[in-house]
Nanobody, 125 residues
Framework: QVQLVESGGGSVQAGGSLTLSCAASGLTFSSYTMGWFRQAPGKEREFVAAIHRNDERTSYLDSVRGRFTISRDNAEHTVFLQMSSLKPEDTAVYYC??????????????????WGQGTQVTVSS
């Protein structure tokens, strides 16, 4: 079955950096857009970033553009989220996700079929 396993979360001070990783198995990785979402306490889960399956197109939430970078290694079945200039409002559980194969361009949570278990990111002021 499909498994998405995130790692790399932690606690940092404002202005710091973290890199999240998501290792995928059980799917033809290069056929899937990969996305990152986050959910803060008491808030809806929101789209953060996505990367096309093979042409490096990316999409970002406006509030993270220029601070976060999504990338992928199709040979290693891994997607990354490099986060810099972190702010307290970035505090959330971060989830890796994949929609159905070959789908690109959606930021809608319900379009994403596969989800990881999440990793906590805490940014203190």
């Amino acid at each position: 079955q499909v498994q998405l396993v995130e790692s790399g979360g932690g606690s940092v001070q404002a202005g710091g950096s973290l890199t999240l990783s998501c290792a995928a198995s059980g799917l033809t990785f290069s056929s899937y857009t990969m996305g990152w979402f986050r959910q803060a306490p008491g808030k809806e889960r929101e789209f953060v970033a996505a990367i096309h399956r093979n042409d490096e197109r990316t999409s970002y939430l406006d509030s993270v553009r220029g601070r976060f970078t999504i990338s992928r290694d199709n040979a290693e079945h891994t997607v990354f989220l490099q986060m810099s200039s972190l702010k307290p409002e970035d505090t959330a559980v971060y989830y890796c996700a994949a929609p159905r194969p070959f789908l690109w361009g959606t930021r809608v949570t319900s379009d994403y079929k596969y989800w990881g278990q999440g990793t906590q990111v805490t940014v203190s002021s």
